[in-house]
C-alpha cells in the first residue's frame, strides 16, 4: 500500500495540474459567455435569440441523436450475438468489427463523397444519373459517417458488459419461468446497462461535438462549425464563448439527465460469477445465420476506408463516373510522406504525441496508485476527475485554451518576452497548448489501463518486498511496473495513437502551417484543386496502418478490458 503522506503529495501535486490543464479552460469558456465586466446572461440568452445558433444547436443535438440511435442499433444486437454464440469466424468477424476505430470519420468522409456523390462509384455501377446519396444538406451523410464510426466503442462497452453478468442471474430467472424476450428486457439488459450507458454516453458527446466530419460534408449549419468559423473572433466577440458555453451545458446536462434515468434501475450483482457464460457453438446454416449480421456490418463499416484506399490509389482525375479508378497509381503515398506540408506535419504529429505520452505515463499511473493502493478519502474524486474528459467535448476544451492564449498573450509581461510570446501565443506556436490538450483528452485510457493493472495484481507481492526491506521507489521499480507493463504498453499505445489523430484540438490549435499536425494537414490538403484530395487520402491510409498497428496491440494485451478504456 502506498503510505498515507506520499498519497496526500501525489494527490495535491495531480489536483493543481489538472485544475490547470482542465478546470482552467472550461472555467475560462464559462467566465467568457457569462462575464462581462459583471454577471451577466445576455449573451447567452442572445444565443437563444439568434436563430442561425439555434439552428445550428438542433441540428448538433439531431446529428448527436441520429448517430447515437443507429450505433446502439447496430451495437447491441452484434454483442448480445457475440456473448451468447459461438460461430466460424467469429473471431475474424469481431476483430473486423473494429476497423472503423482506425479512421478518423473525417478521413472517412472523403472517401464516403468519392462513393456516395452525385458523379460517385454506386451511380456508375447502378448507371443512374448524377443522384446525389448524400442529400443536398449532407445531413443522413454525416449521421451515416459518425455511427459506423462510432459503434466498436458502443460494441466494446456493451460486449464487456454482457461479459461480466453471473449467468446464476439469468439461470435463475429461467427457473422461475422468464425467460426469452422477457428475460432479456428484465435481467441481462438492466444488467448490461452501466455498459450500454457509457458507451452511449461517448458516442452522444463525440458526435455532438465532432468538427471534422461536418467540415469535410460541407455541413456548416451545426454548432461545431460555426464555433470553428467564429475562431477569428475570440478576442473581441463574447457570443463564441456563449455558443461553446451552450454546448458544454448541453453535454454535461443530457449526461447528468441520463445518468440519472438509467442510474435508478442499475442493479448490482452479489459477487463475481464462479462460471463464465457458456457460450453455445453453432455450425451450419444456424452458424451462417449468426455470422450474417457481423459480415454485413463489416461491409458497411468498411465501405468508408474502402473509398479513402481507391481514392489514395488513383491517378488525378481518373475516378470520374466509374465504379473503380481507371488508372492506379502508387505516387500518392509516395507524395504523402514526401510532400512540403506532410513531412513537417508527420514529425509535428510525432513530437505533439510522444510529449503528451509522457505526460501521461506520469500522471496516469500517479492517480492509478492513488486510486488503488491508498486508503486516502478523496482518491474516488481524484479517478472521477481523471475519467471527465471522456465526458467533455474536445472543442469545449479546445476553445478554451484558445481563450487562456489569447488573455495571456495580451498581458504586458508576456508581450516583452519574445520567450514568453513564444510559449503561450497558440497563433505563434502552439505546441505547448496541443501537448496540453492531446495528454488531457487521453489521459483516461491511460488511468483506466493502469489502474486495470494494479487491480490484477496482488498487493502481498509489494508488501513482502516492503517486509524484505525495500524502499517504496525500489518496488516499485522492481515489482510493481513489470507486473502492470503490459496493461501501461497499452494504454500508452493508444494514448500515443489517438493523440496522432485528435481532429478537434488540431484543426482549432494549430493556425500556422508549420505547426500543423497529421490531421489538419489531411483538411487542408482536401481543400486544395489538383492533387490534394488524392495526397490527403493517401495520408489517411498511411494513419488508418499506424492506428490499426497499435489498436490491435493494444486489443491484443488489454483483450476484453478495451471496453473499460472508453467509460466515463
Not at 61 to 79: D, E, K, N, R, Y
Not at 437 to 451: E, H, I, K, N
Request: charged share 10%.
Amino acid at each position: 500500500m502506498m503510505s498515507r503522506a506520499m498519497a496526500r503529495w501525489v494527490f495535491a501535486i495531480v489536483s493543481v495540474l489538472l485544475g490547470v490543464a482542465f478546470v482552467w479552460p472550461l472555467f475560462s469558456v464559462i467566465a467568457g459567455g457569462f462575464y462581462d465586466g459583471e454577471f451577466t446572461l445576455k449573451y447567452l440568452c442572445a444565443v437563444f435569440r439568434n436563430p442561425i445558433y439555434v439552428e445550428g444547436l438542433r441540428n448538433s443535438i439531431m446529428l448527436a441523436i441520429g448517430t447515437t440511435v443507429l450505433a446502439s442499433l447496430v451495437s447491441l444486437p452484434l454483442a448480445w450475438l457475440a456473448n451468447r454464440f459461438d460461430f466460424p469466424g467469429k473471431s475474424i468477424l469481431t476483430a473486423l468489427l473494429l476497423v472503423p476505430m482506425i479512421l478518423p470519420p473525417f478521413v472517412g468522409a472523403i472517401g464516403f463523397q468519392q462513393l456516395l456523390g452525385q458523379y460517385g462509384a454506386l451511380n456508375a455501377l447502378l448507371g443512374l444519373g448524377p443522384v446525389d446519396w448524400l442529400g443536398k444538406g449532407r445531413y443522413l451523410g454525416v449521421i451515416l459517417l459518425q455511427a459506423l464510426a462510432l459503434y466498436p466503442i458502443m460494441f466494446l462497452n456493451t460486449t464487456a458488459a454482457l461479459a461480466n453478468i453471473d449467468p446464476a442471474m439469468e439461470e435463475a430467472a429461467e427457473n422461475l419461468g422468464c425467460s426469452g424476450l422477457r428475460k432479456f428486457l428484465r435481467v441481462t439488459l438492466p444488467l448490461a446497462m452501466p455498459g450500454i450507458f457509457a458507451g452511449s454516453t461517448i458516442v452522444f458527446i463525440w458526435s455532438f461535438t465532432e468538427l471534422g466530419t461536418p467540415l469535410i460534408m460541407n455541413f456548416g449549419r451545426c454548432a461545431s462549425v460555426q464555433v470553428y468559423d467564429a475562431l477569428k473572433e475570440i478576442g473581441s466577440n463574447p457570443f463564441p464563448y456563449a455558443l461553446v458555453l451552450v454546448m458544454l451545458l448541453v453535454s454535461v446536462s443530457l449526461y447528468a439527465a441520463a445518468k440519472l434515468l438509467f442510474g435508478k434501475k442499475v442493479y448490482a450483482m452479489q459477487g463475481k460469477a464462479s462460471v463464465a457464460t457458456a457460450s453455445r457453438r453453432v455450425c451450419g446454416l444456424p452458424g451462417l445465420l449468426v455470422a450474417l449480421p457481423f459480415a454485413v456490418v463489416v461491409c458497411l463499416a468498411l465501405t468508408p476506408h474502402v473509398g479513402v484506399v481507391l481514392l489514395s490509389a488513383s491517378e488525378p482525375g481518373s475516378w470520374y463516373q466509374t465504379v473503380v479508378p481507371e488508372i492506379f497509381t502508387t505516387v500518392n503515398y509516395v507524395d504523402a510522406l514526401g510532400h512540403d506540408m506532410t513531412v513537417g506535419s508527420i514529425r509535428n504529429s510525432l513530437l505533439f504525441s510522444s510529449l503528451a505520452l509522457v505526460v501521461n505515463l506520469i500522471l496516469g499511473v500517479a492517480i492509478a496508485f492513488v486510486v488503488v493502493r491508498s486508503d486516502i478519502r478523496w482518491r474516488g474524486l481524484l479517478d472521477a476527475v481523471a475519467m471527465i474528459p471522456l465526458a467533455v467535448p474536445g472543442l469545449v476544451m479546445a476553445f478554451g485554451y484558445l481563450s487562456i492564449s489569447a488573455r495571456m498573450s495580451n498581458t504586458g509581461i508576456v508581450r516583452e518576452s519574445e520567450f514568453l510570446t513564444s510559449l503561450v501565443d497558440v497563433r505563434t506556436n502552439p505546441t505547448l497548448f496541443l501537448v496540453v490538450a492531446y495528454a488531457v483528452r487521453r489521459l483516461p485510457y491511460m488511468v483506466r489501463s493502469a489502474v486495470a493493472g494494479l487491480q490484477q495484481t496482488s498487493v502481498t507481492l509489494e508488501e513482502a518486498a516492503a517486509n524484505m526491506g525495500s524502499t517504496p521507489m525500489t518496488t516499485l521499480r522492481r515489482i510493481t511496473m513489470p507486473l502492470i507493463t503490459a496493461n501501461v504498453i497499452a494504454g500508452g499505445l493508444l494514448v500515443f495513437a489517438f493523440s496522432m489523430l485528435e481532429v478537434s484540438d488540431s484543426l482549432m490549435l494549430a493556425q500556422q502551417a508549420d505547426f500543423y499536425p497529421i490531421t489538419k494537414t489531411i483538411y487542408e490538403l482536401f481543400q486544395l484543386l489538383g492533387t490534394g484530395r488524392y495526397i490527403a487520402a493517401a495520408l489517411g491510409v498511411w494513419a488508418m496502418v499506424f492506428l490499426a498497428v497499435t489498436i490491435l496491440g493494444a486489443s491484443i494485451l488489454l483483450g476484453r478490458k478495451m471496453g473499460a478504456i472508453f467509460r466515463v
